[in-house]
């Protein structure tokens, strides 16, 4: 029990990818551990699916204009040295990692040039979401790598998990989502 923490941290210390995969969730420590690797230059390209943001399309219906978060991961990214035209935004206002990697998916089958992506998350989300990038690729025949990089911006490392409320939280609802996928979704990509 005590390495159900440390486990859900898959880091693959990735040496090239032909694209980044920042998926959405919190901005900042992903948008910066993009901007390290981009840097470093692991990977040229830069791909963000858009975000659901629930009723915001009925808030620009209506004349209110907020910025999208996956507007603010790209001007974020630009900010810190990703040019504007390395990065690729993708259509279709996801409200999971699962559909995430969907649309990822039907995007590479365009894209015989990438056959090797580097997924930024957080770190607790890293070992779900490579799980669901491998299923979603495996399921349709393609042969694509897929290399995960916690970013090093959380506060999360997995050690000591037990000993706090936010800890136990997170381990815990990482666990159920992760059972969830197994048991259920998985069949669905």
Same mark, same amino acid.
């Given at each position: 029990?005590?390495?159900?923490?440390?486990?859900?941290?898959?880091?693959? @210390?990735?040496?090239? =990818? &032909?694209?980044?995969? *920042? +998926?959405? !969730?919190?901005?900042?420590?992903?948008?910066?551990? $993009?901007?390290?690797?981009?840097?470093?230059?692991?990977?040229?390209?830069?791909?963000?699916?858009?975000?659901?943001?629930?009723?915001?399309?009925?808030?620009?219906?209506?004349?209110?204009?907020?910025?999208?978060?996956?507007?603010?991961?790209?001007?974020?990214?630009?900010? @810190?040295?990703?040019? =504007? &035209?390395?990065?690729? *935004? +993708?259509? !279709?206002?996801?409200?999971?990692?699962?559909?995430? $990697?969907?649309?990822?998916?039907?995007?590479?089958?365009?894209?015989?040039?990438?056959?090797?992506?580097?997924?930024?998350?957080?770190?607790?989300?890293?070992?779900?979401?490579?799980?669901?990038?491998?299923?979603?690729?495996?399921?349709?025949?393609?042969?694509?790598?897929?290399?995960?990089?916690?970013?090093?911006?959380?506060?999360?490392?997995?050690?000591?998990?037990?000993?706090?409320?936010?800890?136990?939280?997170?381990?815990?609802?990482?666990?159920?989502?992760?059972?969830?996928?197994?048991?259920?979704?998985?069949?669905?990509?």
């Amino acid at each position: 029990m005590r390495n159900a923490g440390t486990w859900l941290v898959k880091n693959d @210390l990735p040496k090239h =990818a &032909d694209a980044m995969v *920042i +998926l959405m !969730g919190n901005i900042p420590d992903r948008v910066l551990q $993009a901007a390290d690797l981009y840097n470093s230059g692991i990977a040229g390209r830069v791909i963000i699916v858009e975000e659901s943001m629930g009723a915001f399309k009925k808030l620009e219906e209506r004349g209110a204009h907020i910025i999208s978060n996956t507007t603010q991961a790209r001007n974020a990214a630009v900010s @810190l040295g990703i040019p =504007a &035209d390395s990065i690729r *935004i +993708l259509p !279709g206002y996801a409200r999971s990692t699962q559909q995430e $990697a969907t649309i990822i998916r039907e995007y590479l089958k365009t894209q015989p040039d990438i056959d090797t992506i580097t997924l930024v998350t957080s770190a607790d989300h890293t070992r779900r979401a490579s799980m669901i990038f491998e299923k979603a690729f495996q399921k349709q025949g393609m042969n694509v790598v897929v290399q995960s990089s916690p970013s090093k911006y959380t506060s999360y490392t997995g050690i000591g998990w037990w000993k706090n409320k936010e800890g136990i939280q997170t381990v815990l609802m990482e666990y159920i989502k992760m059972f969830n996928f197994l048991l259920f979704e998985k069949r669905t990509l």
